[in-house]
């Protein structure tokens, strides 16, 4: 079975101060990772996704992701936190046998403060 | 149109009603989902129609759910004889094609309360 998980609710950051918002994954076969974001009242954005063999992965609004495949982890980062980045952000990962089907992580809150 | 449409934006259903819930996919997009998000998680996988063709409906939690999407565009979820957890935010995703690298582009979704 495929999934992803979020360890934590929720994260806290100052304006201005690097963010990471962490993802683990476990995938039987290759790991098609996406993050997403969801402003309140609003549906999911696309971020960015992990193609192979970029570990760097650059995506919208400065967000970037970092693929480490001996940790199986996904994390989203931002070299420097604005206001506007506060919401909930969602990894997800495709299943590689049945390309219908996205798991999508429990959601991680992300507040910066001002 | 510029995005996923979905309506209303809200519903309160009295237990045992039937609802359905309309999805405007963007125009040109072969692959259509429904997800079903409960509060403070992430969003699960109702059902998939490529085109008209509903491909995978294994995510759908029971008889009472049933979606749709004649036409190949407009596609509705109906839940019938409605009951308290089925309270969701039910959305909808649409995406170009069925490739793996290609992204979901998401609907608001529609808040559905069962009382």
């Known amino acids: 079975a495929q999934s992803v998980a979020q360890p934590e609710d929720q994260v806290n950051v100052a304006e201005g101060n690097p963010l990471t918002v962490k993802c683990t994954y476990s995938v039987s076969g290759n790991p098609y990772l996406f993050w997403y974001v969801q402003y309140p009242n609003r549906g999911l954005q696309f971020l960015l996704k992990?193609?192979?063999?970029?570990?760097l992965v650059k995506g919208s609004y400065g967000f970037e992701a970092e693929f480490n495949k001996s940790q199986t982890s996904f994390h989203l980062k931002k070299p420097s936190a604005l206001v506007s980045d506060s919401a909930l952000y969602f990894c997800?990962?495709?299943?590689?046998?049945?390309?219908?089907?996205?798991?999508f992580g429990s959601g991680t809150k992300l507040n910066v403060k001002p | 149109g510029a995005g996923v449409s979905q309506s209303p934006r809200y519903k309160v259903a009295k237990r045992g009603q039937d609802v359905a819930l309309r999805c405007d996919p963007i125009?040109?997009?072969?692959?259509l989902f429904w997800y079903q998000q409960a509060l403070g998680q992430g969003p699960e996988f109702l059902t998939y129609f490529q085109n008209e063709a509903q491909l995978d409906k294994s995510g759908l939690p029971s008889d009472r759910f049933f979606a749709e999407r004649p036409e190949g565009s407009v596609s509705t979820l109906k839940i019938q004889r409605t009951q308290q957890e089925d309270s969701a935010v039910y959305l909808c995703?649409?995406?170009?094609?069925?490739?793996?690298?290609?992204?979901?582009?998401f609907g608001s979704g529609t808040q559905l309360s069962v009382l």
């Open positions: 992990y193609i192979t063999g970029d570990n």
């Open positions: 995703a649409s995406s170009l094609d069925e490739g793996r690298w290609e992204k979901l582009f």
């Open positions: 125009s040109g997009h072969v692959s």
């Open positions: 997800a990962v495709r299943d590689p046998y049945n390309f219908n089907k996205f798991y």
